[in-house]
């Protein structure tokens, strides 16, 4: 019989095959690498958002993000413009995204195992396999796409979701409970390469089209080119172009070989290329001590008082944001190589009356004229476009745009037209390209209206890998905290009850006489939190003072683009000047703010005497003639007089770069600005009053709303109370004509109701009542109008009641033809007087104190109590939420001020999710002092109108309510988690608060799960960002601050994850990093927009920033509580 033996050569090496893969690939999936590379990335795009504010976006992108090592100076960690020598080597983007691609393959191959099983793996790689191409072919088929995107983003979103069934179902039959893991780590692995394919083929041009223009080209304004063109025989007006493009300038210049062009008889010979210059004219005689500035050319304006200096290529930290090249050339004959006249051409040379055309100089040629010009380089495509029209509508009263659109007629090669509308957020998709509205051709140097567009067309093969990215790590995130969250719970609710029945077991009964305080604490607590909501309510007397102050208010104006009640008016008003929404006046009363504007209107005695303005800076003290350091407000009748050396200011301030500037410079301006509307205010120059005509065959005008003068009622239309009274047959201090019948008019513009009580005129003629315009309608002035004037002059003689009276009259009839302005102004009333974040504040205060003495005493009633407060100001905190989002017809955030408010709301829900969880009232801790402190944030970010409308580029309700909800809540969840770190660094170091393993263990796992939920809302508010950037001007990741500021955040928490399943930290190093996530967070938050770059810069506020910096360095302070040994901590 032969005995079969197994060849233990062939099973060694068989071994050694699997070993030598199994080693080569485990280093690269190393979950330490994974978590230096992130740290390492995060720290990177710090520096390159820094960076952008001495450098271009584009130079940051090839030299930070692009690259494989960049140098950093040190510089980026200064003041602006100090200049600190020296820097160090960092790794770049190019080899850190390499590097991570590697991890993320190699982590798949090594650590996410299909389960065993043949038929499970068929199924799977079945299901997989169909899931994939029903994704790519809605995605990635051009018809398909194309056909869904005409319906919008929800649709494509939708079937998308709908078609990943498959591809859920097979991942989930293949790796199980790891399936959500292999979905995310997928989509960011489409994420890198749609990065790199963008990088590799997208392509950006601008297309201006003037009005009733028709253009088959757009231009890259990142590289130029120069045109040579002459004139076709027999076809006026047409032209043969040859085009030299700036790479072979770049190449030619200097060296004496002409660049040949084919057909013409002449070449081009570059005698110096400039990819960056600056154009001067020459002085007619050398200035001494002045660099030289030769004629450069024989011929054209070179050959005149045109120079070209080579200047630095763009940095960004300017107005200039892209280079403007220029050029020395010669054309020379190619027959026997004669020159025939050179001249100094530059993108730079457009004529101011037509801006994107170029100028075109003239050189003879033995053939004929040629016309040479440089330009932006042109892209030609076989359709043409026409410019309809141009819409460049903004918001009544003000300067801020409320939409962009151009109507456009594609021309295709066959002749076939097809109309189109682009519109902000509302991009056409055609001919493979995507085109987004940009920009626009301003009136000329006569005025006018504008006079056409500039578009944005983008050509990215690759615009739908994003998509398809947030949709799958969207899913697999989703997926993988579900099983996780759920497994946690279903692990603690069996625990919990395991240690329910040991205690009944072992702790005897408690007598009834200590059971009362479980019941009556909280009941006190519900007490008092109905005594904190409970709304104060004043009578008024009818016909009294307060009676005609509270019937003025709630009327509907508009101000600033939006209908408001004058009581928001004047809160507004006086937080923008003083960062108060009251006032004292000249004997130090306090004030309301709805008082002390019907006393402006009126002129009444102290009107001038109010201190409005706030001053800190000691140089502008001085501006006023004060010197006293404590002192920070000021009246119009202190600072009126000074207005000549303030302008005298101004103008210095106004000639320093916008983010050169120095707090003192900045805050003349202010000063200035407020000054300003101060006196608009006083005048009603600006407030539109006057609603429009909704009557029967009376069209509504365009824009609305009208101001006094506008309406009629100015210095040339004064309506004393005299004479309106002596026209009131009613005795209701309505004029007869009433407001019922509304007159037309044009835009706002001046005037005001004249009145000067001193006698004097003095304080009158500074505000420049006398000297304003007043445009009002050839006609009769509008009633609504007239009833203003008698409501304010009868307040002014001391006739409250008819003001009263007058303002009733107003508001009934104003209800009648606009009941949603009235509704809405009168709602915002209320909203006012209540102050729901005022009182939610007090409740977060209230609730923080029950948890703080619950640490002591009575645990269980008073976090039962605690809890009863939370919810109170919750539901406060909700209905303030839910009452903007009436008013302003937005989501609830949209705006630095909201988006304070609804991260507090955020973590105040999550934290008492979280107590079940944390126990010891740590979650409650969390959502009452994260709570407070987030309201207390909002109310140093009101600087004026908080429901202020949006810039046509945010004024998109989906977007709103989706990433910058989502991002906002991301926000929220990182706060948490960063609290509970501080909760567990500060606690286990000086309290006994976390002696037991259990609460620690506790605490660390709430930390990770609030963590995790953190990571899914910021990648997806992340990406959906970039959607939204895609859809606006059709770049999905710009590098812009604000987006960098929100990847630092995914990472970070990304960070902390990995670390903790790769046991590279425990409790202590895992708090540690929550605690860094804050300060992360922050700089996302806030940090950002104060570089004064980007397209969410918000200008540099000294007050945030200094807050800011307090709040990091206390962060640091806490984390370095880690290095503490552990026989120092008191836990």
Same mark, same amino acid.
């Given at each position: ?13 068989e ?8 080693? /080569? ?28 504010t ?19 100076p ?17 790794v ?37 396999l169909?899931?994939v191409?029903?994704?790519a ?21 939708? /079937?998308?979701?709908?078609?990943m ?5 097979g ?16 989509s960011?692995?489409?994420? +890198?390469l749609g ?14 089209i ?13 590289t ?68 030289p ?7 054209g ?6 120079f ?15 280079d ?5 050339v010669?054309?020379?004959?190619t ?13 730079? /040379? ?18 004929g004229?040629l016309?040479v ?8 495509? $076989? ?39 682009i519109?902000?957020?509302e991009p056409?998709?055609?001919?493979g ?10 009136p ?10 500039v ?28 099983i996780r ?11 919990? @009850?395991?240690a ?6 072992a ?50 104006v ?37 008082a002390?504007?019907? $006393? ?11 201190? !409005?303005?706030?001053v ?12 006293d ?16 050396? +303030? ?7 106004d000639?320093?770069?916008a ?28 407030e ?28 040339q ?16 201090? !309505? ?12 835009s ?7 009145? $000067? ?26 009633? !609504?109008?007239?009833?203003?004037s008698?409501?304010?002059? @009868? ?32 709602t915002?009333v209320?909203?006012n ?6 009182? @939610? ?23 039962r109590?605690a ?6 100001? +919750?539901?406060?905190h ?33 934290g ?18 994260t709570?407070?402190?987030t309201?207390?944030v ?10 202020? !409308? ?34 567990y ?7 006994p /608060?976390?002696k ?5 263990r506790?605490?660390?796992a ?21 959607i939204?950037?895609?859809?606006s001007?059709g ?13 630092m ?5 990304a960070?902390?994850l ?43 506020? $000294?007050? @945030? ?14 984390v ?12």
């Open positions: 019989m032969t005995t079969l033996t197994a060849n233990p050569n062939v099973l060694t090496r071994r050694a095959r699997g070993l030598t893969a199994a080693s /080569l690939l485990r280093p690269l999936a190393s979950l330490k690498l994974t978590v230096t590379l992130m740290t390492l990335t995060t720290l990177l795009i710090f520096f390159g958002t820094l960076a952008q001495q450098q271009g976006l584009w130079a940051v992108m090839e030299d930070y993000f692009r690259s494989v090592w960049v140098w950093v040190l510089s980026l960690f200064g003041p602006r413009g100090n200049t600190i020598p020296g820097g160090f080597p960092f770049g983007g190019g080899l850190l995204g390499a590097l991570l691609l590697i991890n993320l393959v190699a982590a798949h191959g090594v650590r996410f195992k299909v389960l065993p099983g043949t038929g499970r793996r068929a199924l799977g790689y079945a299901l997989t169909v899931g191409a029903l994704v072919i809605t995605f990635l088929y051009p018809p398909v796409t194309s056909a869904v995107v005409d319906h919008g983003l929800v649709p494509l979103f939708g /079937l998308g979701l709908l078609l069934l498959p591809l859920l179902a991942c989930q039959v293949l790796f199980g409970n790891r399936s959500g893991l292999v979905l995310v780590h997928a960011l692995i489409l994420l +890198l990065e790199g394919l963008t990088a590799a083929v997208a392509h950006e041009s601008q297309m201006p003037y009005d009733g223009q028709t253009t088959t080209w757009s231009q890259d304004i990142r130029s080119e120069i045109a040579i063109t002459r004139p076709v025989e027999g076809e006026p007006g047409k032209v043969t172009t040859w085009a030299v493009p700036q790479d072979l300038l770049a190449e030619a210049e200097g060296s004496g070989e002409a660049i040949p062009l084919p057909g013409l008889g002449v070449a081009l010979r570059v005698i110096d290329f400039m990819p960056n210059a600056r154009l001067l004219a020459r002085p007619e005689t050398p200035v001494e001590g002045a660099p500035m030769p004629v450069q050319a024989t011929d304006l070179g050959a005149g008082r045109l070209a200096g080579e200047v630095d290529r763009v940095s960004g930290a300017g107005e200039q944001r892209v403007e090249p220029a050029a020395v010669e054309l020379v004959s027959a026997d190589e004669a020159p025939l006249g050179s001249l100094v051409v530059s993108t730079r /040379l457009e004529d101011p009356a037509t801006p994107y055309v170029p100028v075109i100089q003239k050189l003879a040629t033995p053939d004229e016309g010009s440089m330009r932006f380089e042109r892209i030609y495509r $076989d359709f043409a476009v026409r410019l309809e029209e141009f819409r460049h509508d903004l918001y009544p009263g003000t300067q801020v745009p409320k939409n962009f659109s151009s109507e456009v007629t594609l021309i295709e090669a066959g002749g076939t037209e097809r109309p189109a509308l519109r902000m957020n056409l998709r055609y001919a390209e995507t085109w987004f509205q940009m920009n626009w051709i301003r000329g140097p006569a005025g006018g209206d504008d006079r056409g567009t578009l944005q067309v983008v050509d990215n093969p690759g615009w739908t890998v994003p998509y398809i990215a947030v949709t799958v790590g969207g899913l697999g995130l989703t997926m993988h905290f579900a969250l759920f497994g946690y719970l279903r692990r603690d609710r069996a625990e919990r @009850a395991r329910g029945a040991r205690r009944e077991r702790a005897p009964a408690e007598p009834s006489g200590r059971r009362w305080p479980a019941l009556a604490v909280p009941a006190a607590a519900l007490l008092l939190a109905g005594l904190v909501l409970l709304p104060r309510t004043e009578a008024t007397e009818p016909g009294s003072e307060a009676d005609a102050v509270a019937r003025f208010a709630a009327l509907p508009s101000s600033g683009g939006r209908i408001k009640p004058w009581d928001s008016v004047a809160r507004d008003t006086l937080t923008s000047l003083g960062g108060r929404s009251t006032v004292r006046d000249g004997e130090g009363v306090e004030q309301a703010a709805d002390w504007l019907l $006393d402006l209107l009126a002129r009444r005695d102290g009107w001038d005497a109010a201190k !409005v303005f706030r800190d800076h000691p140089g502008t003290k001085a501006i006023l003639g004060v010197y350091p404590e002192r920070k407000r000021f009246s119009y009748a202190e600072v009126a007089p000074h207005r000549e050396k +303030l302008a005298e200011q101004v103008g210095l301030a000639a320093v770069a983010n050169d500037r120095n707090a003192f410079e900045r805050e003349v301006l202010n000063l200035a600005s407020h000054l300003t509307r101060f006196e608009n205010l006083a005048t009603l120059s600006t539109q009053v006057v609603p429009p005509r909704l009557d029967a065959g009376e069209p509504e005008r365009d824009g609305g709303w009208l101001t006094l003068a506008a309406a009629g009622v100015g210095p239309h004064e309506h004393r109370h005299a004479e309106a009274v002596a026209h009131d047959h009613d005795g209701d201090g !309505v004029a007869d004509h009433g407001p019922e019948a509304h007159g037309d008019g044009g706002a513009a001046g005037g005001g109701v004249p009145h $000067d009580h001193d006698g004097d005129g003095v304080a009158d003629h500074a505000l420049g009542f006398h000297d304003a315009p007043a445009p009002g309608p050839a006609g009769p002035p509008d009633p !609504v109008a007239v009833s203003y008698v409501a304010i002059e @009868a307040f002014a003689g001391g006739h409250p009641g008819t003001t009263a009276e007058v303002a009733k009259a107003l508001a009934s009839i104003l209800g009648a033809a606009h009941p949603d302005a009235v509704s809405k102004a009168e915002e209320v909203f007087e209540y102050a729901p974040y005022q009182r @939610a504040m007090a409740l977060y205060v209230l609730a923080g104190i029950a948890v703080a003495v619950s640490w002591l005493a009575w645990p269980r009633a008073l976090r109590a809890v009863v407060l939370l919810l109170a100001a +919750l539901v406060v909700t209905a303030g939420l839910g009452v903007r989002v009436y008013l302003s017809g937005r989501p609830p955030v949209t705006n630095l001020y909201s988006s304070a408010v609804f991260v507090g709301w955020g973590v105040v829900i999550l008492l999710l979280l107590e079940p969880i944390a126990r010891l009232g740590l979650g409650l801790a969390v959502a009452a002092v709570g407070f402190t309201l207390l909002a109310r140093a970010l009101d600087s004026g109108d908080t429901m202020a !409308v949006l810039q046509a580029v945010l004024d998109t309700n989906f977007w709103l309510a989706t990433h910058v909800v989502i991002i906002t809540l991301g926000y929220s969840a990182v706060f948490v988690a960063g609290v509970l770190g501080i909760a660094l500060v606690g286990g170091v000086y309290t /608060l976390l037991k393993a259990e609460t620690r506790r605490v660390t709430a930390i990770v799960g609030v963590t995790g939920f953190a990571l899914l809302l910021s990648f997806v508010g992340t990406i959906l960002g970039g939204w950037a895609d859809q001007w770049r999905f990741w710009g590098w812009d601050p604000k987006e960098n500021g929100a990847l955040i995914v990472l970070w928490t960070v902390l990995h670390a903790r399943v790769g046991g590279l930290v425990k409790g202590r190093g895992i708090a540690a990093i929550a605690v860094i996530g804050n300060i992360v967070t922050l700089w996302s938050w806030f940090g950002v927009n104060m570089l004064g770059t980007g397209l969410h810069s918000y200008g540099f506020i $000294d007050s @945030a920033v200094f807050w800011m910096l307090v709040a990091v360095a206390l962060h640091l302070a806490v370095s509580l880690v290095f503490l040994p552990r026989s120092r901590w008191v836990s």
